[in-house]
């Protein structure tokens, strides 16, 4: 069965700087994988996909994803977070083979902060 | 907006009782996801539908059954509710048949609070 770690609970970061929240997956075939945001008292946003082709992928509100095979890894990045990126954020995997449980495997999440 | 819409916003019920989420998906959307989230969990995957028919299931309780009817809207029944039943429910479409091949659009939930 697939799995997606978050290592981070929480991540604070100061307004301007650099992100880098970290994903780790375990499925067995190559994943279809995806980041989210939650803010809070709300849904889901998706903000980028990776399904095959270029490992590196644009998402929306400034935030890229690179899918490094080798490492297992989809980590999510943005060069210069603002105070409205304060959110949760979730990694999930999903699976394209039939029969069983399907659905999205979420991480745990990572809460970011953000200082002023 | 994602274009999933739930009702109700926010329930609050009593153990024991019985519940009916209700999610419409986005228009076009043949998949019907339904996740639990709570503090404890995390985010879960409970139940799929796929054009009226139930695809797959998850973690969900046997005190917990779904459907999804012919114009596509789906409810998820909760019954025999416990405290540990209270979270936030997410429902989420997709034109994909599995999770893995399109992305999943989720509606802005519902809040169960069982008391």
């Known amino acids: 069965a697939q799995s997606v770690t978050q290592p981070d609970i929480h991540i604070t970061v100061s307004e301007g700087a650099s992100l880098e929240l970290r994903c780790n997956y375990s499925?067995?075939?190559?994943?279809?994988l995806f980041w989210y945001v939650q803010s809070p008292g709300q849904g889901l946003q998706l903000l980028l996909k990776y399904f095959s082709g270029d490992t590196l992928v644009q998402g929306i509100k400034g935030f890229e994803a690179e899918f490094k095979r080798s490492q297992s890894s989809f980590n999510l990045r943005k060069p210069s977070v603002h105070w409205s990126d304060a959110a949760e954020y979730f990694c999930?995997?999903?699976?394209?083979?039939?029969?069983?449980?399907?659905?999205?495997?979420f991480g745990k999440g990572t809460h970011l902060i953000i200082q002023p | 907006d994602s274009g999933v819409t739930q009702t109700p916003k926010h329930l609050i019920t009593a153990t024991g009782q019985r519940v009916t989420l209700r999610c419409s998906p986005r228009s076009g959307d043949l998949s019907v996801y339904w996740y639990q989230q709570s503090l404890d969990q995390g985010l879960q995957f409970l139940i799929q539908?796929?054009?009226?028919?139930?695809?797959a299931k998850g973690n969900i309780l046997e005190r917990f059954s779904a459907q999804q009817f012919p114009d596509l809207h789906s409810e998820l029944n909760l019954s025999s509710l416990e405290l540990g039943d209270s979270a936030l429910y997410f429902c989420a479409s997709s034109v994909a048949r599995t999770s893995g091949s399109r992305e999943q659009f989720f509606g802005p939930g519902t809040r169960l609070t069982v008391l």
């Open positions: 499925y067995g075939a190559t994943p279809y």
């Open positions: 999930a995997v999903g699976t394209y083979s039939g029969g069983g449980a399907d659905g999205l495997t």
């Open positions: 539908y796929y054009n009226g028919e139930e695809r």
